[in-house]
């Protein structure tokens, strides 16, 4: 008597399977296709908001947004491993989009070149359209 294995979800089904294994085995699928639908915004590239946004990445979430008004500087080099000095003077938003997108092409990812603290001033629902929002070195002054 011989058995078959069970039926497959399809070639795009398997790799998506095979990609995230290892946390469809901590968390199950529901958690993963929660995690699949999941709206990020990340408010400043700092390099704990940048580490935290490229877990996510990695584990697959739907989409992302970057809000950030900053250029590249030298500052950013030492600390932030997703940027070069290659990228001196460009929008750190758009640098840190582009280099996250080539990690999971699953991933759709966008920026806004402003500062957060401005952009919610002028559109405080920005916001609204998002699962989980990111702030790091975010002036809580009144």
Not at 11 to 29: L, N
Request: proline residues 5%.
């Amino acid at each position: 008597m011989s058995s078959s294995p069970p039926p497959s979800g399809g070639p795009a089904q398997d790799s998506k399977a095979k990609r995230y294994d290892r946390q469809i085995r901590i968390w199950g699928t529901e958690g993963q296709q929660r995690l699949e639908a999941s709206r990020i915004a990340l408010l400043n590239c700092s390099p704990t908001g940048s580490e935290t946004l490229k877990n996510l990445v990695l584990g697959g979430i739907a989409s992302f947004t970057i809000v950030d008004g900053q250029k590249v500087e030298a500052r950013d080099l030492g600390n932030n491993f997703l940027i070069d000095s290659s990228r001196m003077g460009r929008s750190r938003a758009q640098v840190v989009t582009d280099l996250l997108k080539e990690m999971n092409d699953s991933v759709s990812g966008s920026y806004v070149e402003d500062a957060p603290e401005d952009l919610l001033e002028n559109h405080p629902q920005f916001l609204d359209n998002f699962d989980l929002v990111i702030a790091t070195q975010v002036c809580g002054c009144s």
